[in-house]
């Protein structure tokens, strides 16, 4: 694909996505893979515009200014690198019919999570630090920072909480590594040596950590594979902007051929594989038959979807769709729902809420339940707390009486060989993204806008940050 203005390798900001609303593929075997990072995803998506479509209409290549983000606190080395970094195999690989000298990394992208207790206040900063968890109005952006110290600080307590009850810390990071060898094996299987990065968003081992082995190992091609099955601005996409920045500023990254895999929950073995462990679960009850499977999927806020045209709904819509149609072709006729989970905050975020739903389930009569987080695949807080622990008791106490839970994917092999595939197939649209830098006038123009977001940003600094009682309704709301 070409940048019609550009020719060339599509331009990281002339891109359109094209899974937005009605756009999903529901191609049974292929992931939705691309080596493009758009910054008008919303606009785009929104409209449903097919990249041809962008092409023909000669839509500009903005150029995105936001600043290169530097949320980071404690972003010292303090961790080392995966094991899996030193085990590099310098193989002659062939990734086509032309036969080339490759050095193939593979990115994971992740969220990260606190290894202890006194992680979880910093991790929560450098979540909520992220203009893609709390999106301000550009104006406002430089209250970022104030805004997270301020969040991360309230709600450090109930989090703790949390981790304290599932021992501790989360276990992210050792479950994504034991993923990134077991990836790694996989792809040996398929002939493929490539080493293997993990990258977590919010906590170590940092995307930026990874994004400097990958360039120290001189890697020649990369394909980066975020571990959300669905593709979310809030997710999938915060990693992937972090990635862009890079190839913005760096000439090493500008030239590396890089494929990303955005989504994949369409995926046959995906689909499958949960199939699989939901038939398994099915079994354990006593009338499997009258089990009712209940998706719960982690939530984000509705204007995520309704303004700025994030896929995640509908893809995670269709996941749904394709399980269940894998089940019924099993002969799997269990009824189904789906809800969203772990919401934060004073907003409305996808409906209908799963603890809501549980209460009306139980008045119902619905007496046997199957909970199947859909929206992750490794165990984390809100598997091992939130599902396994507030939502059985709220179950239980709703008058369900027979309760179970479909494990994370984690290793399971199946899942673990279909990514290996994902990454072979993705290996021959590995190509260079092409930036542009803004011009002299945009300097003008970023001056003003830096100069009335000082402005208006103190009077609202001011009133947020120095006001008792907004405080206080802050804490009620919010947190
Ligand atoms: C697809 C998965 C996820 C989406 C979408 C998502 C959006 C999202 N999350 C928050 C706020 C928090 N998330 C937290 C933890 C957390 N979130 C996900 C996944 C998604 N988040 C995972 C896997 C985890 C757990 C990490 C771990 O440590 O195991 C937390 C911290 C925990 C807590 O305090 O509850 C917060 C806060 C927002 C605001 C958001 C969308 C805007
Ligand atoms: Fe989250």
Known sequence: MECARCSGALHLDCSARFLGKGGSSRSSSHSSSTNLVSTKYEQNSRRNVKPSQLAASGSSCLVNRSPVLKQRQNLSLRSTLADVYNTFDEKVISVSSHATEEKVGVLLLNLGGPETLDDVQPFLFNLFADPDIIRLP????????????????????????????????????????????????????????????????????????????????RITKLVVLPLYPQYSISTSGSSIRVLQNVVREDSYFAGLPISIIESWYQRDGYVKSMADLIEKELSIFSNPEEVMIFFSAHGVPLTYVTDAGDPYKDQMEDCIALIMGELRSRGILNSHTLAYQSRVGP????????????????????????AVPVSFVSEHIETLEEIDMEYKELALESGIENWGRVPALGCTSSFISDLADAVVEALPSASAIVTKKADESDSDMDLMHYLSKMFFGSILAFVLLLSPRLISAFRNTLL
């Open 138 to 217: 550009r104006l406002f952006r430089f209250l970022q920072r104030p805004l997270a110290k301020l969040i991360s600080t309230f709600r450090a307590p109930k989090s703790k909480d949390g981790y304290a009850s599932i021992g501790g810390g989360s276990p992210l990071r050792k479950i994504t590594d034991e993923q990134a060898n077991a990836l790694k094996v996989a792809l040996k299987k398929k002939n493929l040596h490539a080493n293997i990065y993990v990258g977590m968003r919010y906590w170590y081992p940092f995307t930026e950590e990874a994004i400097d082995q990958i360039k120290k190992d």
């Open 347 to 370: 907003v409305q975020w996808l409906k209908p809420y799963t603890d809501e739903v549980l209460v009306e389930l139980g008045q119902q009569g619905v007496k046997s339940l199957l």
